[in-house]
């Protein structure tokens, strides 16, 4: 390895996945379905054709499955491109952006490589006050970012307290609501934040088909806002951003409501069971409504020693130091074998 090789700012989670339990990356194990694999090779023949320029085939289906506008969407090469495409239309050298200590990496990774200057909600707590954030926000804001649920933390917040917020935001600030793990929420006083898009223009959802989705190895998300938004990032995206297999996988998949709906339920009834069976005095569990829990150490060593012992089990899970949260590792929730094994090895660990 050379000592100058290009690096990455993003500290991803672990990339063995051939042989092991993979609960590092917050992806669907389940992989995609039968009908999105079948679509994939029925037209890998025709990767020598470009893609669609903007993706229209698969914003139709988006705006068919939730009932939205197609000009109001953007595509991206995963969502994380939306938000790269977001920073680069809304904001310039010097302005202030929002979010919280314990958010996203890319909110802050993407801040630093604009020039913007960060201003940081210290969500100690987890599972922070929307009415403290809107304190912290003025009329030199230029964008807020908050996921719902928050990736790490996994804490949430519904549709009134939301609501109540944009209220309370200058209208100039770009409040963008970043839901790629939307689709784990069935409780009605959840919002994503697609119907609220016409009452509050400065609204920006984004989205992602990486989670529940299971199409993160193809890179594909998406944007939702205002016209007037839209038609500006678009000044500001690549033409034939988003690969035509990338394309026609998600359009199969949104195309498969039932297979989500089961992942779902998978996923809920894989989390609870892994929180029922995990009972090891050496950390808490810290339950949330998406497809990953934590567990809380009482020290960082500990955390690291666990993290070790479980690759050695092959299984990968996300060590959180990076995060600045070195006592918590984040456990994506898998298929019922692999959290059969994990709770059994977990379990077994002792320092
Ligand atoms: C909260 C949140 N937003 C956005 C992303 C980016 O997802 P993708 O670019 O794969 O759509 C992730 C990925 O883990 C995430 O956790």
Known sequence: MTKNKPKNNYQGGAEEFKGFTRLSSNENNDGPSHRVKTAIKKNINFS???????????????????SLNSEQIVLGAGSDEVLQMIYAAFSKPGDEVIFTKYAFAMYSIYAKNFKCKPKIFNDAQFQFSLKDLAKLASSNTKIIFLANPNNPTGSIFYKDELIQFIKKINKNTLIVLDSAYCEYLQDKKYENGLSLIKKFPNLFV??????????????????????????????????????????????????????????????????????????????????????????????????????????????????????????????????????????KVCNRFNV
């Open 206 to 343: 984004t989205r992602s088909f990486s989670k529940i989705y299971a199409l993160g190895g193809l890179r594909i998300g998406w944007g939702y806002s205002s016209l007037k938004n839209i038609s500006r990032i678009y000044q500001f995206k690549k033409p034939f951003n988003v690969s035509r297999l990338s394309c026609i996988a998600a359009t199969e998949a949104l195309k498969d409501q039932p297979w989500i709906f089961k992942s779902i339920k998978n996923n809920e009834e894989n989390r609870k069971f892994t929180i029922n069976g995990l009972n090891n005095s050496l950390f808490k569990t810290i339950d949330t409504m998406a497809n990953f829990i934590l567990l809380e150490f009482k020290h960082r060593n500990i955390a690291n020693r666990f993290v070790q012992y479980l690759y050695k089990n092959k299984i990968t899970v996300r060590h959180l130091a990076s995060y600045g949260l070195p006592r918590h590792i984040r456990m994506t929730i898998g298929n019922p074998n692999e959290m059969k094994k994990t709770i």
């Open 48 to 66: 020598n054709i470009y893609p669609e320029l903007d993706g229209e085939t698969l914003r139709n289906q988006i705006a068919k499955t939730y």
